[in-house]
């Protein structure tokens, strides 16, 4: 492990280093039954957050140094509205023009960061394109018994340059191909018409809907839930 939490985890009896740098379903599967039979913390999950590559755009495992650039990149008015972080438009506007105050203090978002760097449910990453801070993805809620997570992402006003389908997947290929996962899910609102139909193009499947999820202006907004499973990963993959 290279991550603050190695030192925690070895003292909890956590040893990712005995595994496999890449780990099939298979093998992950069986390190989480015995370890949960010996009542051992499961080794499969997020302990290395590794940098992620591919061309110019680069994953880069998020700290605290990166919370004053996200802060502002954050609160760009679509990605506010289209993740419903603000429910608003007109407020979303104030706070992408600065007429208003951000809610979140810097140093908050610092520590919420610096937690988020040494957690094992989640890898956060910064999405940089040529060096510059575009964005960010996440792989969170992990459970370790059914080896499946859910993914969260955005990307401050760099639309059509297919910066974020080259993300999803390489934070997929870490979630599918070297911690060994059988599950992603995400979530889409229907007013983002444009993230979900390339979500759909990159192999996730529609499972459900949730109707008027969210509130926003007057009206209200359904959430779609996807998800990717590992044999539909490797089909695509495999290509």
Same mark, same amino acid.
């Given at each position: 492990? /290279?991550?603050?939490?190695?030192?925690?985890?070895?003292?909890?009896?956590?040893?990712?280093?005995?595994?496999?740098?890449?780990?099939?379903?298979? @093998?992950?599967?069986?390190?989480?039954?015995?370890?949960?039979?010996?009542?051992?913390?499961?080794?499969?999950?997020?302990?290395?957050?590794?940098?992620?590559?591919?061309?110019?755009?680069?994953?880069?495992?998020?700290?605290?140094?990166?919370?004053?650039?996200?802060?502002?990149?954050?609160?760009?008015?679509?990605?506010?509205?289209? /993740?419903?972080?603000?429910?608003?438009?007109?407020?979303?506007?104030?706070?992408?023009?600065?007429? *208003?105050?951000?809610?979140?203090?810097?140093? @908050?978002?610092?520590?919420? +960061?610096?937690?988020?760097?040494?957690?094992?449910?989640?890898?956060?990453?910064?999405? @940089?394109?040529?060096?510059?801070? $575009?964005?960010? %993805?996440?792989?969170?809620?992990?459970?370790?018994?059914?080896?499946?997570?859910?993914?969260?992402?955005? %990307?401050?006003?760099?639309?059509?340059?297919?910066?974020?389908?080259?993300? %999803?997947?390489?934070?997929?290929?870490?979630?599918?191909?070297?911690?060994?996962?059988?599950?992603?899910?995400? *979530?889409? +609102?229907?007013?983002?018409?444009?993230?979900?139909? $390339? +979500?759909?193009?990159?192999?996730?499947?529609?499972?459900?809907?949730?109707?008027?999820?969210?509130?926003?202006?007057?009206?209200? $907004?359904?959430?779609?839930?996807?998800?990717?499973?590992?044999?539909?990963? *490797?089909?695509?993959?495999?290509?």
């Amino acid at each position: 492990m /290279t991550r603050q939490a190695a030192a925690d985890g070895a003292r909890r009896g956590v040893e990712a280093s005995d595994l496999p740098a890449e780990i099939t379903q298979e @093998q992950a599967q069986a390190v989480i039954d015995a370890d949960l039979k010996t009542g051992r913390t499961p080794r499969i999950g997020f302990y290395e957050v590794p940098v992620l590559r591919e061309g110019g755009l680069t994953l880069v495992p998020a700290t605290g140094e990166h919370a004053e650039v996200l802060r502002t990149l954050m609160h760009d008015r679509d990605v506010m509205l289209l /993740t419903g972080s603000i429910q608003n438009s007109a407020r979303a506007d104030r706070l992408a023009n600065g007429e *208003e105050e951000k809610e979140i203090a810097p140093a @908050q978002l610092e520590e919420i +960061y610096e937690d988020w760097s040494i957690a094992e449910d989640r890898a956060v990453w910064v999405i @940089q394109e040529r060096g510059r801070v $575009v964005g960010e %993805i996440l792989l969170l809620d992990l459970d370790h018994k059914n080896l499946a997570c859910g993914m969260r992402l955005w %990307i401050a006003g760099e639309t059509d340059r297919g910066l974020g389908p080259r993300a %999803i997947e390489l934070a997929l290929a870490h979630a599918f191909d070297t911690v060994g996962l059988h599950r992603v899910a995400l *979530e889409v +609102y229907d007013h983002n018409p444009r993230a979900k139909h $390339v +979500y759909e193009k990159l192999g996730f499947v529609l499972e459900g809907t949730l109707r008027d999820s969210l509130r926003l202006d007057e009206g209200w $907004v359904d959430l779609h839930m996807m998800s990717m499973l590992r044999p539909e990963w *490797e089909a695509r993959r495999d290509r």
